[in-house]
């Protein structure tokens, strides 16, 4: 499986823009990019994820690089309810549609 | 309102029971899996099912059993053999395509 690297935490000020980076130099041409984050002591919860073009939705965009090494989470504006650990997945469109976790990155936001 | 239901929240049991973890869905998502997540840790898959009747075991099935007789239900039992059973348990489902995963609220199982 294609794996993901991500720094192990990161620190944002409230309502100021975070921009969540994962490299995933491996990936191949039919590799989904999947963005989850996860409370404490809650299940994930889905965020955004994109094949090659950019993407946004409600919660936040989604970056892609050009050769598709590399992605960004991007939240616009930081609030204390965002503080979580974000998790981005590699998911093999013909693999089972399995999601493989790593280890994420945990955003602390300071008010 | 449509969603993955996991029942119970807490639970503990004695050391060699086997316990039966609760998952059900109303997406009508055809796929369903199960992760087992330890303190700090990411999830990893214990098993999952595409297709009702149907699973394939994941990266930790060992001491685990599943079964899928309904498209809506998913149950985990962890037996006696799990050696480290304590840790938070995570059902989720999904349409069988590139969507997005939905993920239950847990169930923190204790073995004492």
């Known amino acids: 499986d294609a794996k993901t690297t991500q720094p192990n935490s990161m620190e944002s000020n409230e309502e100021e823009p975070v921009h969540l980076p994962c490299n995933h130099s491996?990936?191949?041409?039919?590799?989904?990019i999947h963005w989850y984050r996860q409370l404490p002591s809650q299940g994930p919860e889905y965020v955004i994820h994109?094949?090659?073009s950019n993407v946004n939705n409600r919660m936040a965009s989604l970056a892609i690089a050009e050769d598709r090494k590399s992605s960004t989470l991007i939240l616009h504006r930081a609030t204390l309810r965002d503080a979580a650990v974000y998790y981005c997945?590699?998911?093999?469109?013909?693999?089972?549609?399995?999601?493989?976790f790593g280890g994420g990155t945990r955003l602390m936001v300071k008010p | 309102d449509g969603g993955i239901t996991q029942s119970p929240k807490y639970l503990f049991r004695k050391e060699g029971q086997n316990v039966t973890l609760s998952c059900e869905q109303n997406?009508?998502?055809?796929?369903m899996y199960w992760y087992r997540q330890d303190p700090g840790q990411g999830l990893r898959l214990i098993y999952y099912s595409q297709i009702v009747n149907d699973f394939q075991k994941g990266d930790i099935a060992e001491g685990y059993s599943v079964s899928r007789e309904k498209k809506e239900s998913f149950p985990l039992t962890v037996t006696s053999a799990q050696k480290n059973p304590t840790a938070f348990y995570l059902c989720?489902?999904?349409?069988?395509?590139?969507?997005?995963?939905?993920f239950g609220s847990g169930t923190r199982l204790t073995v004492v």
């Open positions: 997945i590699l998911r093999a469109y013909n693999a089972g549609n399995m999601l493989t």
């Open positions: 989720a489902s999904s349409i069988t395509a590139t969507g997005g995963y939905t």
């Open positions: 997406l009508n998502h055809d796929a």
């Open positions: 994109g094949l090659t």
């Open positions: 491996t990936i191949s041409g039919t590799d989904y």
